[in-house]
């Protein structure tokens, strides 16, 4: 009885064991249906600023800028300028200085506001400056990630679908424009390959083209960011392994500061 | 009357989808929280639907090299056996480690070049047609 148990279990291991399917050591990408393909995936800033700690110990604070902007009420400003001012957050608590977390997380809202997506944000903004009070810090990232993601499924729902695409833009080129300025005062090859995004890049000057929008596609800010990114696209694009230049950062470094210094005070 | 018939049906079928992404959504964030303990902070987005058995789905990723990385999924069928695995922009397996749990399933990386890669995922086998899943992903 015991041995026919034995037997019967050995048997279903095997059954297990074979169902399992072996993992390809490599796959055709191309061969992938594009339908089966999603989106390029845009990463947090604190994903890069996470990579930033383990190479030294930037300077977070120097990092921060003097004002959040201007609201000029109009939409694709707005939308790029919350973009920037949530990648601000990331900054501010890389900084550990709750004082500007919790500014930020009020300008947050005040943005969310004018583009009518408020109530999305409003709990976010609240636990951002209860835990910046509490300086807990990993919480307060989690919340600004949360904001990003809130707003733009809120913009989602409202159809504003491109706009929540200029939010990502918005917080790419502020986080792009601190990781560069950080890569420039120590360069490395190691810190310059952060700036491998070619897939990234791509995805953002797809989404720009595409604007179905066309009083969004021809709005200043938007022409000037579509202008930035196409202009970095070759310098960290190189899929022959070249190294991203010292020179390369900086003027990476500069095109994306015009451009945040631009939208936060709306003249292209 | 016609066409109040056909959006009551609509919206009955658009309810259990919603339901069924969000279970699958559920479990995906269970599966990722024993890694909130290792330090990885899991990234509020999250990417999902439904796959008939042996379908594929890529979701692309800009990853960092410094950064460590899971990918955790989760299906709302219990008996469904799904995986994910994750490859380079070439196409070469990338993955450091990658298993399953039930109806959970995880890969592993540490990226040795920063850039794009691909979580793919996929249905083995399952009980029913279609099966819902979510992706999450955390970094440290």
């Known amino acids: ?268 | 009357m016609k066409k109040i018939l056909s959006i009551l049906l609509l919206a009955a079928a658009a309810i259990p989808l919603y339901a069924y992404v969000n279970d699958a959504l559920s479990f995906a964030h269970e599966a990722a929280l024993p890694f909130v303990k290792e330090g990885f902070s899991v990234r509020e987005d999250a990417w999902g639907g439904d796959l008939g058995v042996k379908d594929q789905q890529a979701v692309s990723s800009q990853l960092f090299k410094g950064n460590d990385y899971v990918f955790c999924l989760g299906t709302d069928i219990a008996k469904a056996v799904l995986t994910v695995h994750l490859y380079d922009a070439s196409g070469k397996l990338a993955e450091s480690k990658s298993w399953r749990n039930g109806r959970f399933a995880f890969a592993r990386i540490s990226p040795a070049k920063t850039g794009t890669y691909y979580a793919i995922v996929s249905v083995e086998k399952s009980p029913v047609e279609r099966s819902g899943w979510a992706l999450v992903y955390a970094y440290k």
Request: hydrophobic share 45%; net charge neutral; proline share 4%.
């Open chain 1, 1 to 268: 009885m015991t041995k026919n148990i034995s037997l019967i279990l050995a048997l279903l291991c095997l059954a297990t064991s074979a169902s399992a399917q072996p993992i390809p050591d490599s796959i055709d990408l191309s061969k992938f249906p594009a339908q089966a393909v999603d989106d390029v995936v845009v990463p947090v800033p604190s994903e890069i600023f996470a990579v930033l700690d383990k190479l030294g110990s930037p300077n977070w604070r120097g990092e921060l800028r003097g004002s959040l902007g201007k609201n000029t009420g109009n939409r694709a400003q707005v939308a790029l300028l919350l973009g920037t001012v949530i990648a601000e957050g990331f900054i501010a608590v890389e900084a550990e200085d709750a004082g500007r977390v919790q500014e930020i997380g009020r300008e947050v809202l005040v943005l969310a506001e004018a583009i009518n997506v408020r109530k999305a944000v409003i709990k976010r903004s609240k636990s951002i400056t209860e835990k910046a009070d509490a300086k807990e810090w990993k919480s307060v990232r989690s919340e600004f990630d949360g904001a990003l993601q809130d707003v733009r499924g809120a913009m989602r729902e409202l159809g504003d679908d491109e706009l929540a695409q200029l939010v990502s833009i918005g917080g790419w080129l502020r986080g792009t424009e601190v990781l560069t300025s950080i890569v420039s005062k120590h360069y490395s090859p190691d810190g310059a390959e952060l700036l491998f995004q070619p897939h990234l890049l791509d995805y953002f000057m797809g989404k720009l083209d595409g604007l179905k929008n066309t009083r969004l596609g021809k709005d200043d800010l938007v022409v000037k960011t579509r202008k930035t990114i196409a202009a970095i696209r070759p310098l960290i694009g190189r899929d022959d392994g070249t190294k991203i230049s010292a020179d390369a950062v900086q003027r990476i470094n500069k095109m994306t500061a015009e451009t945040v210094a631009a939208i936060a005070s709306k003249e292209p």
